[in-house]
């Protein structure tokens, strides 16, 4: 909530049949308390098919109230017209993501029913909807799926700038991951990296203060293994380049620390290409990965990006 939480509305509402009351055979009145939460000032909610209704209140609050008389109502526009009276618009919408929907205009407000979005249970910077009049909700994920948000698809993009908890041998990778597309800045072939990070055990540019086409060379060989993940799909993708030797240059599959699966560039050169491994017999096993270079001659390089699983596109 862009306002923080604030209770403005406390809605006392007389509730006679709820399900609960019948089930139980009570009909003593229920006194229920509806809290609102502002979600804007000096702006309102506008998005097509949310309006259920508009009308002429005295209050913000009677709004509020009118919302909780009204089956479909999850949220509210309220635009003071003058000391005793308010523009109260109804809408069936509640949910997070809402800030590219306000419109300015003085004196409004939107604000919404306390719902399953609040808090938002959708992770990772998922969006939450509100659905089934408040009780349920629907996340849309960036980069991830689940029900919350929490399954990881893509595993290894190097777009943080470090290998934070890959375990190193060597000094290969020392230097890694690289920043930006440092083979081209060399005056080779693009590496086709995905965002603005790769792994290149040639490449010496750490950093985006270090100068463009920095090198390290072909002589540095090790080992870079990747923190664990759980294997969700059917495949394991991943873009690799460099020397096409799978014995010096490998990216290799690891469950229970056995290599089950290995692949080097389909040729010799700095771009790299998606491949993948059928993972289907290893679905919900921990599993790592390991770059391997071991070779310091001619074209003794490898290329990464890019480690992501098939799941979310399942
Ligand atoms: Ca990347
Ligand atoms: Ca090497």
Redesign the pocket.
């Known amino acids: 909530m862009s306002l923080g939480r604030v209770f403005f509305c406390f809605v006392f509402y007389h509730f006679f049949k709820t399900t609960h009351s019948v089930a139980n055979g009570n009909n003593k009145e229920k006194l229920i308390v509806r809290n609102f939460d502002i979600s804007a000032k000096g702006k309102f909610f506008s998005k097509p098919g949310s309006l259920l209704s508009n009308q002429t209140t005295k209050s913000t609050k009677e709004c509020c109230f009118k919302c909780v008389q009204n089956k479909e109502c999850l949220s509210v526009n309220t635009i003071a017209l003058d000391q005793s009276r308010c523009q109260c618009e109804l809408l069936n919408w509640a949910g997070t993501g809402f800030e590219n929907q306000l419109v300015s205009k003085t004196n409004s407000r939107f604000m919404q029913m306390q719902t399953s979005c609040s808090p938002n249970p959708c992770q990772n910077g998922g969006q939450c909807t509100v659905k089934d009049r408040g009780t349920n909700y629907t996340c849309t994920c960036v980069g991830r799926t689940g029900r919350n948000c929490e399954e990881k698809c893509v595993l290894f993009d190097f777009e943080s700038g470090r290998l934070e908890g890959w375990n190193l041998t060597g000094t ?1 990778f020392n230097n890694q991951p690289t920043y930006g597309d440092n083979t081209l800045a060399r005056g080779k072939p693009s590496a086709n990296l995905k965002g603005k990070w790769f792994v290149g ?1 040639f490449e010496d540019r750490p950093s985006p203060s270090h100068p463009a086409a920095g090198q390290q060379g ?4 090790g080992t870079a293994t990747s923190p664990t993940f759980v294997i969700r799909g059917t495949k394991l993708r991943f873009l690799i380049g460099g020397e096409s030797n799978i014995n010096t240059e490998r990216l290799e599959l690891l469950i229970g620390g056995s290599v089950v699966a290995k692949a080097t560039s389909t040729q010799s050169d700095h771009p790299m290409t998606m491949k993948s491994f059928d993972v289907t017999a290893y679905k919900g096993k921990e599993a790592r990965v390991r770059l391997v ?1 071991m ?2 001659g001619s074209w ?2 490898l290329n990464v990006d890019q480690i992501e699983d098939s799941y979310c596109s399942e």
Do not use: C, Q, R
Request: no cysteine.
């Open positions: 290969a055990t072909n002589g540095p060989t270079d070779s310091s003794g390089l």
